[in-house]
């Protein structure tokens, strides 16, 4: 049996002013699941978590969260939001702030407190929020958005502005949060940034969705070539680019591209040419560039 | 739907307590009320009239000014500068309804006012009392001014919100509240007094005035208040009107509450269109 959709689109459209900023979007998101949203600035992923909020109408197409109409109590009951650049107000503590939400939530104002040491703010949680670094301020936005067991949890760029440990920790909780039957579905815009530590990636382009898919099948769709460069023993670099083919960089190194599966068959021809070779490098194409590939996309391409 | 009523209230009575604004407001009412309390009462004495009872009426109208710009200061932020700085996204996508967050918002706000008023025209009213100044019968007058001096309040704060809900800057809502405030007390005033002047063919003054007068908040309170302390022969001015009117004094309370109840749902309406 498959867990219950938590969120579902259909054929959403959205525009402001005559300019579509969301065109005919349509994905679902499972319990349990951590889903990438990617896409440039501006692509329409704000607007996406606005309509799933119930902030936004969409002008066509049809949006449900767990179940119910963006915007109802019985959806923002089980809804968490953590908007991009969150922000408080500057005059209350930390503490004061996880109250003030937990109480609008409903929940319970111990368990939130617990939150704040698990974000690393429980030396802070006594000082004015209004001298919070970005970093606390993230933290304390996500520490908020765990208030109560939500069922579906939206974050705008959650990871701008921490540091690589506060990341680490982040994807930790956001594991936890998942584990415990949570849908996440957290929006940035670079792959590098969510490394291996989401289920699922939609890449966001134009107000298109342009790949919905795992990591490792995107990585295999994208057919990307693998660089290699061969560095040839003195005054070899010719004779190397005539026997494999490629083209000479500078004057000993030689760059070629080869498609995933001749990756070994490659290497082997590499390999005859015995002691020409001083030196291989090979470059498998990073996450950045896998991400390049799908944000490039147009509609008609797919 | 309480608790998230109380919790948006008591967040703005300890914003309130946090920033200074309630012992701000506190203090500008005290001085005033004690200077007004201990300078201008000082020839009370030969007209044989409760030296309480005079500087209650001094104090309408001086709350007829002070009171509706403290409201509107606490108000002109509520929505817009809580979209300016960005903290609305987070409030409305809880699970409180845009009526508990305004209805929390007027709530709190009015405490901060009421603590305001009980303070700083309390100490005033509590020191007159002490000196022997006044009678019990004194002491129900400044129940009476603070009680409808917090209903003025909280009928400016609904036009503030109505204000704070049109724009999207809180710079532009304190300048259109700033506006409110002086079109409201000072100029309304004025274009009455006018009309009255000018008035030869005798259908303003009977007809039409008494009603203009119901309709500002801020005149029913002047009226409500003058007319009960019966001082509108020590007072003169617009006090006086009230002995003229088609209806009882205390229509003016019923007027000040329908105004609140008007611009609240005004203020709501325009809070339920906002996109955060």
Redesign the interface.
């Known amino acids: 049996m498959t867990p219950a959709a938590t969120l579902t689109l259909k054929n959403v459209d959205k525009s402001f002013d005559r300019n579509a900023v969301i065109r005919d979007v349509s994905f679902e998101l499972r319990a349990g699941e951590r889903i990438a949203l990617l896409g440039h600035n501006g692509a329409g992923k704000t607007t996406l978590f ?1 309509m799933a ?1 119930g ?2 109408r969409p002008d066509s197409g049809d949006i449900a969260v767990l179940g119910h109409t963006p915007g109802s ?1 019985a959806s ?2 089980g ?3 953590l ?1 991009e ?5 500057k ?2 503590t930390g503490r ?1 702030v996880m109250a ?2 937990a ?4 929940a319970d104002r111990k368990r939130s407190l617990d939150l704040l040491e698990r974000v690393g703010l429980s030396d802070a949680a006594n000082r004015k929020v209004g001298a919070y670094s970005k970093g606390m301020r993230q933290r304390l ?1 996500l520490a ?1 958005a765990l208030i109560g067991h939500p069922k579906l949890v939206l974050l705008d760029e959650p990871t701008s502005g921490l540091d690589p440990v506060s990341r680490q920790n982040f994807y930790e909780l956001i594991e936890e949060v998942a584990a415990g039957g949570a849908t996440v579905l957290l929006s940035s815009h670079a792959l590098t940034e969510v490394e291996a530590r989401t289920d699922r990636i939609l890449i966001l382009s134009k107000g298109q969705l342009v790949a919905d898919d795992t990591l490792a099948a995107l990585r295999a769709r994208a057919r990307l070539p693998i660089r290699i460069r061969v560095r040839g023993t003195d005054g070899a670099a010719d004779r190397i680019a005539d026997r494999l083919g490629g083209t000479r960089v500078n004057g000993c190194s030689v760059e070629l591209y080869c498609e995933p599966e001749g990756k070994v068959a490659c290497l082997a021809s590499i390999g005859e040419l015995g002691g020409l070779v001083d030196d291989v490098d090979m470059h498998l194409p990073s996450l950045d560039d896998v991400y390049r590939h799908f944000s490039g996309i147009t509609a008609g391409e797919v | 739907m309480f ?2 009523i109380f ?2 209230a008591g ?1 703005e009575l ?2 309130g307590l ?2 200074r604004w309630i012992m701000l407001a506190t203090l500008i009412l005290a001085a005033f009320s004690l200077a007004l309390a201990l300078l201008g009462s000082t020839p009370a004495g030969t007209l044989g009239v409760d030296r309480m009872t005079i500087t209650v009426a001094s104090l309408a109208s001086l709350s007829v000014y002070l009171v509706p710009l403290i409201a509107l200061l606490l108000a002109f932020d509520a929505i817009s500068g809580e979209i300016d ?3 609305l ?9 845009r009526t508990e967050f305004l209805l929390g918002k007027a709530l709190g706000h009015l405490m901060v006012l009421t603590v305001a008023l009980v303070i700083g025209y309390g100490s005033t009213g509590l020191l007159l009392y002490a000196v022997g100044a006044g009678s019990p019968a004194g002491l129900a007058d400044f129940v009476r001014l603070i009680l409808t001096s917090a209903a003025l309040g909280l009928a400016f704060l609904a036009v503030g919100y109505v204000l704070s809900a049109l724009t999207r800057q809180s710079s532009t809502s304190a300048a259109l509240a700033i506006g409110a405030w002086l079109i409201l007390v000072v100029l309304y005033d004025l274009a009455l007094l006018g009309l009255l002047v000018t008035d030869t063919g005798g259908t303003f003054a009977p007809h039409v005035f008494p009603y203009a007068i119901m309709l500002n908040p801020a005149d029913a309170f002047r009226l409500f208040n003058l007319a009960s302390l019966g001082a509108s022969s020590l007072v003169g001015g617009m006090a006086g009107v009230a002995e003229s009117l088609p209806f009882p004094p205390v229509a003016a309370l019923a007027s000040i509450a329908g105004v609140t109840v008007f611009a609240l749902c005004l203020a709501l309406v325009r809070i339920r269109r906002i ?2």
């Not at chain 2, 996204?89 to 309804?97: A, E, K, T, V």
């Open positions: 606005k909020l902030f936004l109590g923002r009951a809804t968490a939001y908007p650049a969150v922000a408080f107000q005059a209350l004061e003030f939400y109480r609008l939530k409903g936005g908020q | 608790t998230r919790t948006v967040q300890r914003l946090r920033n700085r960005g903290t996204l987070l409030i409305f996508s809880c699970p409180i309804s996109t955060p």
